[in-house]
């Protein structure tokens, strides 16, 4: 599917059709989401080219010309809590330039090892989003973990009705095979059921998934030195990183309101925006986007695509993002993204998606 949409994207940079239509698509501005940077691809076996996960992380070369591109493209870099303010001078027609805010998923350690330095060069202001269960080192990255346990093994077992109980995981297209079966299995599991499969079916294969958490995610002491940068501001990712619209009411409730509770506790910050984990419809939707402004929340992010159009003001718990993807990592891309005209593509000449 990457290899399809890079072609896409690739046909209306060449065809020079964005360019033309972007005056028309382009929003107010846009929020870029990003998970993970990092010098080289994730960790993969050796002689294998195994990486399923490869599209949630960055080049910090990649992050530095993607900074450089948008501030030359005439977009002013502005702390995310400064979004809503704009989308109301965008409603008003007063809007001097477009702008961007930048945010990124989970704390991963890498955000501050390879991430921090390019937004100190830039000047730019970063939100990162923290499930306090991640930082505590006791969260199950389960995605990680499957990733590792496919790529480490060469037959990886299964106890999950349905599915085979083995796959032979010791070539690339072997392991790909196993990824592209396990992976949504796992993925729309009871939230619960998913955490204690994961513990499971990890140890079963000699991974311990908090370690894992430990060795990947920033913890506390960390989290306080981050966010004690002037650039820096911290958002709520929920407690558990659950799929929030696959749980009760009152747990997603409270997974939202604990971990901004917990985050102003440790980090002794004031915490006022929400991230929804995975943030598709699946998982989050009206009820979210409801519990959301009930909390007190000033905005809220999905992962749904799209600029951000004035129109948005009246929707600030259901805000889209555009992500900076390792399958995309290519200024071509990111100017056809710019544009407006694939979000517009994709949503049928819709400016909102917040059903």
Known sequence: MSVVYRSILQLLHHSRLARATSAACRGAGVVFMLHRVLPSATPRCEGCHFAPNAGLAITPEFLDAALSFVRQQGYELIPLDAVPERLQQARAGQLQRPFAAITLDDGYRDNMEYALPVFRKHEAPFT??????????????????LEAVIRDNDV???????LPDR??????????????????????MDEYEQRAFIIRFAARHGLDVHAQCRELIMDWNELRELSADPLCSIGAH?????????????DARAEMQQSRERLEQELGCTVNTLAYPYGDPASAGAREFALARELGFSLALTTRKGHLYAEHADHLTALPRLSLNGFYQDIRHLDVLLSGLPFMLYNRFRKLDVA
């Open 167 to 188: 796959f032979h995981t010791h070539t690339d297209a072997g392991k790909q095979a196993a990824w592209d079966i396990l992976y949504p299995a796992i993925r729309y």
């Open 128 to 145: 990162i989003f923290v499930a306090p269960a991640y930082a505590d080192g006791e969260g199950e990255l389960w995605w990680d973990a």
């Open 156 to 162: 990886v077992h299964c106890d999950l009705e349905g």
């Open 238 to 250: 929920t407690m558990h990183h659950r799929a929030l619209a696959r749980i009760d009411e009152e």
